[in-house]
């Protein structure tokens, strides 16, 4: 147990569908993270938040919408998806974002298949 | 552009040791982290370095040289539970982790 919670595990959607994945931290953590993981690729680092303020969105397409309602929540909302966003999706958290405080803990990850 | 490279897969024997390399390329360096990722599991944190020389915690060591933009991860007296994926990301100029791809590590007994 790293202290990061995501729900769910396992989702499979249709194209049209909407769906929202959870995180939660339990670390006391100010900053939260958005991963998407494919296989055999580098993590992508889609969204990041300091303090509840959204810091960085990577170029990613706006069938992702991110929200963090406060500094222990961390949501993606999803619609009208791909089959290529098929991936396994990570939260994480750290500290804060400086080089001390960057060790980054993950949560187990919500395998996602878009049919 | 930034990039981080290392090996795709990697084999070792039971109780030998292995070297993982990593290279990287990156706008700024505010530190190399190594992480391990079992099959269907969350990455979990193994080592952090960002002055060069060698950092040793138990059976796995980490190694950094900033002027060569190069670090390796060392294991020693592998063990099967090391069968894992291994991930090297650098820290940026602006605090953002650039990842590598991984290194997936296959033990043999």
């Known amino acids: 147990e790293t202290g990061v919670t995501q729900t769910p595990r396992h989702l499979v959607m249709g194209m049209t569908n909407k769906k929202s994945l959870k995180c939660e931290q339990h670390?006391?953590?100010?900053?939260m993270y958005w991963y998407k993981q494919s296989a055999k690729k580098p993590l992508e680092l889609m969204f990041v938040y300091s303090l509840e303020e959204r810091v960085e969105n990577n170029s990613v397409p706006s069938r992702f919408s991110p929200e963090c309602p406060n500094s222990s929540h961390l949501f993606l909302h999803l619609h009208t998806l791909q089959p290529e966003d098929s991936a396994l999706y990570l939260c994480a958290s750290s500290q804060d974002m400086t080089a001390g405080g960057n060790e980054q803990f993950f949560g187990p990850g919500t395998r996602l298949t878009v049919l | 552009g930034q990039n981080i490279d290392q090996p795709t897969e990697m084999t070792a024997t039971e109780g030998a040791i292995v070297q993982i390399n990593c290279t990287y390329q990156?706008?700024?360096?505010?530190?190399l982290f190594w992480y391990q990722q079992h099959a269907g599991e969350a990455p979990t944190f193994l080592s952090y370095n960002v002055l060069d020389g060698l950092e040793e915690k138990g059976r796995f060591s980490s190694f950094l040289s900033r002027s060569k933009g190069y670090s390796y991860l060392l294991l020693k007296e592998l063990q099967m539970k090391d069968s894992a994926s291994y991930l090297c990301a650098v820290l940026d100029s602006n605090y953002q982790l650039i990842w590598g791809a991984g290194t997936k590590l296959i033990i043999k007994p």
């Open positions: 670390l006391g953590h100010n900053a």
């Open positions: 990156t706008s700024g360096f505010n530190g």
